[in-house]
């Protein structure tokens, strides 16, 4: 298993989804997983800006439904977890590889006015730009 801890900003709203136990192996019951993406940033090296990795997290059982009801889109988040890379083909052709994380430990750690943070995001023309969550990503 490979372990990662992480702390970034929460940047889509927690949704929940069900897996039916038809759909899984043996019989077991009813699966509730929350899901929701986090940017990370990584330290910055002179020169150059500030790079971000985004997550894309899910909790499952009770953690998840902790998650579905207090998680919001901005709020500060620790998580650990285990790190299960996929690679996907893009219709273009490019490949991607996506860092998806099965969280074991989750904490929230602020509210809206604690984030003082700028990350780089990828604009639908897929252009970088840096903007400020506090105002741009999270709308409040």
């Not at 207090?70 to 083909?89: D, F, S, T």
């Amino acid at each position: 298993m490979q372990q990662i801890l992480f702390t970034g900003v929460i940047t889509s709203e927690p949704k929940t989804y069900v897996v039916p136990a038809d759909q899984q192996i043996g019989n077991p019951p009813d699966m509730t997983f929350c899901h929701f993406n986090v940017a990370a940033t990584r330290a910055k090296r002179p020169g150059r800006k500030r790079p971000v990795d985004y997550y894309s997290v899910r909790c499952y059982n009770q953690r998840g439904e902790f998650a579905q009801k207090y998680a919001k889109r901005g709020m500060k988040v620790w998580i650990q977890g285990e790190l299960q890379p996929e690679i996907i083909e893009r219709p273009s052709g490019k490949l991607e590889i996506l860092l998806n994380v099965r969280a074991v430990n989750t904490e929230f750690l602020g509210r809206r006015e604690d984030i003082n943070e700028t990350i780089l995001c990828i604009g639908q023309e897929g252009q970088e730009e840096y903007i400020d969550i506090a105002e741009d990503l999270i709308g409040w």
